[in-house]
């Protein structure tokens, strides 16, 4: 599972495996950075060579990549979306699916709560993962939660069999995405 936290100066991925008991384990981390001093075509090559590179490295079975969502200053979620579409357009390449999370997706997966701050979900990925330290910088510790977010995702996880290995966190997250549901009116 490969996990993309996009963001144009700084581009998280993450890579993590099933294990058994529903634990997860790390596989590899990093950021692919862009420099803001040169063209935006320019960077967004730096950041595609890199998606490419990881891909090709670590041949992930499906890609997860955090949603864009709105926000005020408009050239960082031009620059966001734009970095989501290169991961998406790597994986589509090599046949790879994708899954998209938004951040209260990702949040609920790893804490339990949509609401959870960002130093929580960082807590939560390093004791998920069974790390000494929370991975640095930030995007690296998000792409991480964005992945173990798929490997969690609630519609894999809700068969009769397995509901009762659900931990906390996913069992609220599950709920979430059902309120979520029913709230659109489809099941």
Same mark, same amino acid.
Request: proline fraction near 5%.
């Given at each position: 599972?490969?996990?993309?936290?996009?963001?144009?100066?700084?581009?998280?991925?993450?890579?993590?495996?099933?294990?058994?008991?529903?634990?997860?384990?790390?596989?590899?981390?990093?950021?692919?950075?862009?420099?803001?001093?040169?063209?935006?075509?320019?960077?967004?090559?730096?950041?595609?060579?890199?998606?490419?590179?990881?891909?090709?490295?670590?041949?992930?079975?499906?890609?997860?990549?955090?949603?864009?969502?709105?926000?005020?200053?408009?050239?960082?979620?031009?620059?966001? =979306? &734009?970095? *989501?579409?290169? #991961?998406?357009?790597? !994986? %589509? /390449? +090599?046949?790879?699916?994708?899954?998209?999370?938004?951040?209260?997706?990702?949040?609920?997966?790893?804490?339990?709560?949509?609401?959870?701050?960002?130093?929580?979900?960082?807590?939560?990925?390093?004791?998920?993962?069974?790390?000494?330290?929370?991975?640095?910088?930030?995007?690296?510790?998000?792409?991480?939660?964005?992945?173990?977010?798929?490997?969690?995702?609630?519609?894999?996880?809700?068969?009769?069999?397995?509901?009762?290995?659900?931990?906390? =966190? &996913?069992? *609220?997250?599950? #709920?979430?995405?059902? !309120? %979520? /549901? +029913?709230?659109?009116?489809?099941?």
């Amino acid at each position: 599972m490969l996990g993309v936290d996009p963001g144009l100066t700084r581009c998280g991925i993450g890579v993590v495996d099933s294990q058994s008991g529903r634990r997860a384990q790390l596989v590899a981390v990093g950021v692919a950075m862009s420099p803001p001093d040169i063209s935006v075509d320019q960077r967004l090559l730096l950041i595609a060579d890199e998606l490419d590179r990881w891909m090709d490295l670590h041949v992930p079975d499906i890609v997860a990549v955090e949603r864009v969502f709105a926000q005020h200053n408009v050239s960082t979620v031009m620059g966001t =979306a &734009q970095v *989501a579409g290169l #991961a998406m357009v790597a !994986a %589509a /390449r +090599r046949g790879v699916p994708v899954a998209m999370h938004t951040p209260s997706e990702v949040k609920a997966a790893v804490t339990g709560s949509g609401r959870a701050g960002k130093e929580q979900v960082q807590r939560m990925v390093a004791n998920i993962l069974g790390l000494a330290e929370v991975p640095k910088p930030a995007d690296a510790a998000d792409a991480l939660a964005i992945a173990i977010c798929q490997l969690w995702r609630p519609a894999a996880l809700l068969d009769k069999a397995e509901r009762f290995a659900l931990t906390p =966190a &996913q069992k *609220a997250w599950a #709920a979430a995405e059902q !309120a %979520a /549901r +029913r709230a659109r009116g489809t099941r």
